[in-house]
């Protein structure tokens, strides 16, 4: 379905679903229908159908939620290997994502951008080392 959504046809299709269904490792679960797949295999399924058509930008909303430590860790390494040859925004609240693989954060609060910075550059400004005490920081005017 998604492949037809994205306007995949021919060998492209082919080559685009075999190399999707091993980057996420799919190939266990190909049979299953969404609704018995774990959460974390649902969260898989979603970033497959988002990186399917290999667009230059990704947004990504949350997209370790809810995952356990083993999950969350393929997920990021997902993210890292594909994020050299594309723009990944990442929207999450929770704030080791920022450390685990992001280059740069920005901190929007009110409607406004706060921060725009590396993670490196913000503890370089901040006496805390925990990316949630340097938000706590940057959102309570203690750091800009």
Not at 19 to 26: P, R, T
Not at 112 to 119: E, G, M, S
Request: hydrophobic share 40%; charged share 30%; aromatic share 2%.
């Amino acid at each position: 379905f998604i492949t037809q959504v994205r306007q995949l046809s021919g060998q492209n299709k082919i080559d685009r679903n075999k190399e999707v269904i091993q980057q996420l490792h799919l190939d266990k679960v190909l049979n299953q229908s969404i609704e018995t797949l774990s959460k974390g295999f649902k969260r898989r399924v979603g970033l497959a159908q988002a990186i399917l058509h290999d667009p230059d930008v990704l947004i990504l909303d949350e997209p370790t939620d809810g995952l356990d430590p083993n999950q969350k860790f393929e997920v990021r390494e997902l993210i890292k290997s594909i994020a050299p040859d594309k723009v990944i925004i990442i929207s999450t609240h929770i704030l080791s994502e920022v450390d685990a693989i992001c280059s740069r954060a920005i901190i929007i609060a009110d409607g406004k951008v706060l921060v725009d910075d590396t993670p490196e550059g913000l503890r370089s400004k901040s006496s805390c080392d925990k990316m949630d005490d340097i938000f706590r920081e940057i959102t309570s005017g203690h750091i800009s």
